[in-house]
C-alpha cells in the first residue's frame, strides 16, 4: 500500500530536477520588456526541459532493467556504460556541465533576491549594494555563497534535497496563498500576468500536500529544525527592519564592509 509520505519524499526527488523554473521570476527587473519576454521563456523552456527529462528517463528504462536501476548509485552512469561504451566518460561530463549552468542560474536568482529584500529593508543594508564599478550585487553574492556552504556541510544529496524542498514548497504553498488572497481582496489591481484561478488552487493543495504529508507519514527533528529556522527571520525583521534597532558594530561593520568591497547604496528604477 502507498504510503502518502514517502510519496510526497518522492516527489522531492523529482520535482528538484524541475527546479530552477522560478529562476527568471526573481530577476524581472534585469529583463526586457517582461511582460512578453517572460511569458515566452517560460513557454518555450518549461515544456522543452519536460520533454527532454521524459526523453532520457525512457531511455534508461528502455536499456537498464529494474533491478539495475534500483542498484545503481548513478543511473546515468549506468546507461553510459552500456550504451556508449568507451565514451561514457561523456555522461558525467554532461552532468558537470549541466551543473554549473544549474548553479549559475540559482546563484544569480537567489542573490538577487537577497539584493531586492534589501532594498526594499527586509535585510540588512549592505546586501542592497552594488560594486561601484561593476555594478554588480557583490554582497547579496558573497551571502548567497555562504549559506550554499553552510547548507552542503551535512554531505548527503538526499538530505539536502528533501529538506530544501521541504522549506521551498513551504515557501511556494505561501506565496501562491498570498496571491489567491490579493485576487479575493483587492480585484481591481494591475495584473500584467494573469491565469485562471483554478490553477494556483491547484498548486496551493500541492503545497499543502508536499509539506503535510511527509510530517504527519514520517516525523523527523530536521522538519523541527527547519521550521525553528523559518520563524527565526521573525524577531530579526523586527528588531532590525520594524522598529529599526541597529547596533553601532552592525553599522561600523556595514562601513567597514562598504569601504572593502567597493560597493555604494542603489535606488530603486521607478521607470
Sequence with gaps: MAQPGRIGMAFY??????????NVNYVMEELKNPKQNLVWALLIAIPLVTSLYLLVNISYLLVLSSSEILSSNAVAVSWGNQVLGTWAWLVPL????????SVNGIFFGGSRVCYVAAREGHMPQLLSM????????????????????VLVIPGNFSTIVNFLSFLGWITYGTT???????????KNLPRPYKVPTVIPVIMLLASFYLVLAPIIE??????????????????????????????????MATLYLQLLLEVAPTVKNVD
Design 218 to 251: 514520517h516525523p523527523q527533528t530536521e522538519f523541527l529544525y527547519i521550521f525553528l529556522f523559518l520563524l527565526s527571520g521573525i524577531p530579526v525583521y523586527f528588531l532590525l527592519v520594524y522598529f529599526r534597532c541597529q547596533p553601532k558594530w552592525l553599522q
Design 176 to 186: 501562491i496563498g498570498c496571491l489567491l488572497y490579493l485576487r479575493i481582496k483587492n
Design 130 to 149: 552594488v560594486h561601484v564599478h561593476r555594478l554588480t550585487p557583490t554582497p547579496a553574492l558573497m551571502f548567497t555563497t555562504a549559506v550554499a556552504l
Design 13 to 22: 526527488q523529482g520535482l528538484w530536477s524541475f527546479d530552477g523554473w522560478n
Design 94 to 101: 554532461a552532468v558537470t556541465l549541466s551543473t554549473f549552468g
